[in-house]
C-alpha cells in the first residue's frame, strides 16, 4: 500500500498491540515486529488528510487512539493512577508520575524498561503497580470469574544480594502481600517450591533462574520484573536465556543504567520485553550497532559520521515510548549534589622499577601479539593488563614466590631493610590513610596507641563516614589489614563483598545505615554496587575503577540517593600517569552512547574516540599519550564493514584495536568467588 497506509495507521496500532503479548510466540514476534513499523509510521498520520468514505464512529476512534498514541510518546499526558492499595508511603510527584506510566503499560499490555537514575526508588513504584494489579485482577475475579483474571503470582528477579532488600521493601510498603524468598542452597529454596504458584511475589536471583529454569519456567506469572535488568545484556548468556523461557502478562525491567557499553545490549533487553520489536539481532547488528560502532573512530569519514548519528537517532525514537528515565537533579530540589574528584598518587620507586622491566621484557612480544589474532595473544595481553593494574595497587600483589623476580626484589629489599609489605611501595594506600584522616576518619597510629585503644566521646562518631570500594576481594584484604587496622586503629568497619553469605548482606546495611559509630564500610563493586542504599555514608572512596563506567556510576549511588541529607563527595584513587588513567578514558565513548539513546543529550558521535590498545601498557605523565610500544600503522583505525559487532559493542577488527573487544570482560580469578563461591556451593550440596 505503500503512503496509502497512513491514513490507517492510527487503527492498526492498539489490535496488533493486543497480540504483542499473545501465548504463542511466533504470534509476539510478528506482532511486535509490525508495531515497531507502524509506530514509526505515526507522526506522519496527522498530516494526512482524511480518506474518503470514513464513517463518523471511525473519526471518534480514531480521535481515541490519536489520545493513546500521545500518551505513549509523552508519559506527561497519561492520565493520573489512583492506588486502590494502601501503600505504607508518601510518592514523590516524579513516582506518581512513574507509577502513573507503568499503569498506562499495564492497561494496554506493554512493556518497558523504568531506568530512572540510581536511588530514585524503582522499587517502591514498582511495588505500587504489581500490588494494585494484584487488588484489580481479584477484584475483577470476584465479579465475573473469569480465569483470564484468576490469581497469578508475580516473580521478581534480582541479585543474590538485592534479595533481601526487595523482601525488606515489601514489609515495608506492601505488608498485605504475600512475598516468598525463592532464594539460599537448594535444600533451603525447596522448602518453599510448593508455594510458588499461591503467592503473591516470588523473588529469586538471576543464578536460581538459571538453575531452576525447569521448575519456574511452567509457572504462568503475571508480572515478571528484572530488577538491574542490564544483566541479560548478553543475549548468548545461559541466564539471559533462562529469563527468556519465563511467560508472564507484563514484563518490567529495572535498570538506572539500561545501557553500559553499547546499544547491541538494548537488543537483548528489548528482546525479552518485546521479541522482534527491535528486529532480529542480525537486522539490529546492520542498522544500528555497526553504523554507530564505525562512526566512533575519529578517523572515520563524514559519511560514517553521519550514518552513525542517524542510527543513534532512530534508534532513540522507536525505543522512547519504553524508556522512562528521569535524572536525580532533575527530580530531587532538596537532593545534596555529588562532588566527583581525582585524588593522584605517584608510583613509589620500586612500581616504577618493576614497571620498566615489565615493559623491557614484555613490550616487544606484546607488541607482536596485539598485531594477531590469536586467542591466547590476546589471553596473554589480558593477563598483562591484570598485572599493570594489580601493580598499580602494590607490589605485593604480583611479586609472590614462585615469580621469577621474587628472589631479586627481596634481595633489593633487604639492602634497604624494607619488604614487599611496607606501605611505602603501595603509594595508593598511603593515600587512601591520608585521604580518610582529611575526611576526619580515624587518626594515625602513635607508638602509644593501640589497636584495642577505646575512643573518647568525642572520637566516637566521626563527623564523615565512608564506603570504600576495591574491584579485587585481595586488594579489599590489603586495605582492610594495611590501612586500616595497622595505619587507623581508631577506625571502626564493617566488610561486605562475596564471602558474605547473600541472606545476611541486608543486615550489614541496617546496621550500618543506623549505627553512626561505624566509620567504613569496605565493598567489593560486583557486590555492594548495585540496588542497595547506604545513605548512612556521605563519602565514597574508589580504590579501584571498572572498565564499564556504570558499574562505578552504580556504586558511587548507594550514598547519593533519597533520604541522603549531606554532600556526597566521591574520590577516585588514581595512580599518575598509569593504566589507571588509561581506564578512565577508556570510558568516554560508552558513557556517550547511553546518555544518547536514552536521553537524546548529544547530537553526534563526531568526538568520540577510543585510545591505541597499546597505549595502556605505558607509564607517563598526566594526560599525556606516552610513547607507544610500536609504531601505529597507518592503517591501524581501518574498519572490516563485513565484521559483526561483538557482545561488547566494537567492530572486530584485526590487530591492535581488536584487543578491545573484550577489555571490559577483564576480571581478576578472585572475583568469581564475589558470586560464585566454590565452598559455599559445595557446603550447600551437603546440606
Not at 539460599?184 to 499461591?198: D, F, N, Q, V
Not at 611505602?424 to 585503644?453: F, M, W, Y
Request: net charge negative; with cysteine; proline share 4%.
Amino acid at each position: 500500500m505503500e503512503d496509502r497506509i497512513l491514513p490507517y495507521v492510527i487503527f492498526l496500532l492498539v489490535p496488533v498491540l493486543g497480540r504483542m503479548s499473545d501465548s504463542d510466540n511466533g504470534v509476539r514476534l510478528i506482532a511486535t515486529t509490525a508495531f515497531a513499523t507502524l509506530v514509526k509510521l505515526v507522526p506522519l498520520e496527522a498530516g494526512i488528510p482524511d480518506p474518503p468514505g470514513l464513517s463518523e464512529e471511525l473519526l471518534k476512534g480514531r480521535e481515541r487512539e490519536r489520545k493513546f498514541i500521545a500518551q505513549m510518546l509523552d508519559p506527561k499526558k497519561v492520565e493520573s493512577f489512583t492506588i486502590p492499595v494502601a501503600i505504607k508511603a508518601q510518592l514523590r510527584s516524579y513516582q506518581q508520575d512513574g507509577v502513573n506510566w507503568l499503569a498506562f503499560l499495564n492497561r494496554y499490555h506493554l512493556h518497558g524498561v523504568l531506568c530512572d537514575d540510581m536511588g530514585l526508588g524503582k522499587t517502591l513504584q514498582t511495588l505500587c503497580i504489581v500490588a494494585s494489579d494484584h487488588h484489580m485482577r481479584a477484584e475483577e475475579y470476584a465479579k465475573t470469574q473469569a480465569s483470564d483474571s484468576r490469581k497469578m503470582p508475580s516473580l521478581i528477579v534480582c541479585p543474590p544480594t538485592l534479595s533481601g532488600h526487595w523482601q525488606q521493601e515489601i514489609r515495608t510498603y506492601a505488608p498485605f502481600l504475600n512475598a516468598v524468598g525463592y532464594v539460599g542452597p537448594p535444600s533451603e529454596r525447596g522448602k518453599y517450591r510448593s508455594e510458588l504458584a499461591t503467592a503473591d511475589v516470588v523473588i529469586t536471583s538471576y543464578d536460581i533462574c538459571r538453575n531452576d529454569a525447569d521448575i519456574l519456567a511452567p509457572i504462568n506469572w503475571n508480572y515478571c520484573v528484572l530488577d538491574e535488568g542490564h544483566l541479560i545484556k548478553n543475549p548468548k548468556a545461559k541466564v539471559t536465556q533462562a529469563v527468556k523461557r519465563l511467560a508472564s502478562n507484563h514484563r518490567l525491567i529495572l535498570s538506572g543504567t539500561p545501557i553500559q557499553n553499547n546499544v547491541l545490549e538494548l537488543w537483548s533487553l528489548f528482546d525479552f520485553l518485546m521479541p522482534g520489536f527491535l528486529g532480529t539481532e542480525k537486522m539490529f547488528q546492520d542498522r544500528f550497532a555497526k553504523p554507530i560502532a564505525a562512526s566512533r573512530f575519529s578517523k572515520s569519514s563524514s559519511r560514517e559520521q553521519e550514518a552513525g548519528a542517524l542510527a543513534i537517532e532512530a534508534l532513540h525514537k522507536q525505543v522512547l515510548p519504553f524508556l522512562l528515565r528521569r535524572l536525580k537533579e532533575e527530580v530531587l530540589d532538596d537532593l545534596p549534589p555529588k562532588i566527583l574528584q581525582n585524588y593522584y598518587c605517584d608510583l613509589s620507586d620500586l612500581q616504577k622499577k618493576l614497571f620498566e622491566d615489565f615493559s623491557r621484557k614484555e613490550g616487544k612480544s606484546l607488541a607482536e601479539k596485539a598485531s594477531t589474532g590469536d586467542k591466547e595473544a590476546k589471553q596473554h595481553i589480558f593477563q598483562a593488563l591484570q598485572y599493570m593494574r594489580k601493580l598499580c595497587n602494590s607490589p605485593a600483589l604480583v611479586m609472590k614466590e614462585g615469580h621469577k623476580q621474587y628472589a631479586a626484589i627481596q634481595s633489593y629489599l633487604a639492602r634497604s631493610n624494607s619488604s614487599l609489605a611496607d606501605p611505602a611501595h603501595a603509594p595508593k594506600l598511603t593515600a587512601l590513610r591520608d585521604l580518610l584522616v582529611d575526611c576526619g576518619i580515624g587518626t594515625e597510629s602513635t607508638s602509644g596507641q593501640g589497636v584495642n585503644e577505646v575512643p573518647t566521646a568525642d572520637q566516637a562518631v566521626s563527623q564523615h563516614r565512608a564506603l570504600i570500594f576495591c574491584q579485587m576481594k585481595e586488594m579489599l584484604d590489603m586495605v582492610e589489614n594495611t590501612v586500616l587496622k595497622k595505619m587507623l586503629p581508631s577506625v571502626t568497619f564493617s566488610r561486605l563483598d562475596g564471602s558474605v553469605e547473600a541472606s545476611k548482606r541486608q543486615d550489614i546495611v541496617n546496621r550500618f545505615n543506623s549505627d553512626p559509630s561505624i566509620d567504613c564500610l569496605l565493598l567489593t563493586t560486583s557486590v555492594g554496587g548495585l540496588g542497595l542504599n547506604l545513605t548512612g555514608a556521605d563519602t565514597v572512596i574508589f580504590v579501584e575503577h571498572d572498565w564499564n563506567p556504570q558499574k562505578d556510576l552504580q556504586a558511587m549511588d548507594r550514598a547519593h540517593r533519597i533520604g541522603q541529607k549531606k554532600v556526597v563527595n566521591v574520590y577516585r584513587l588514581i595512580t599518575r600517569g598509569t593504566l589507571e588513567e588509561k581506564i578512565l578514558n577508556l570510558q568516554r565513548f560508552k558513557i556517550d552512547v547511553a546518555s544518547t539513546v536514552v536521553n537524546q543529550q548529544n547530537a553526534g558521535l563526531g568526538t568520540m574516540q577510543t585510545d591505541q590498545i597499546l597505549d595502556l601498557f605505558n607509564v607517563g605523565d598526566t594526560d599525556s599519550g606516552g610513547m607507544s610500544l610500536e609504531e601505529k600503522p597507518k592503517d591501524s583505525n581501518a574498519i572490516n564493514e563485513s565484521d559483526a559487532v561483538d557482545a561488547e559493542g566494537n567492530l572486530r577488527e584485526k590487530g591492535k584495536k581488536g584487543v578491545l573487544d573484550e577489555l571490559t570482560e577483564l576480571w581478576d580469578e578472585r572475583q568469581y568467588e564475589e558470586e560464585f563461591n566454590l565452598d559455599g556451593f559445595l557446603a550447600s550440596m551437603k546440606a
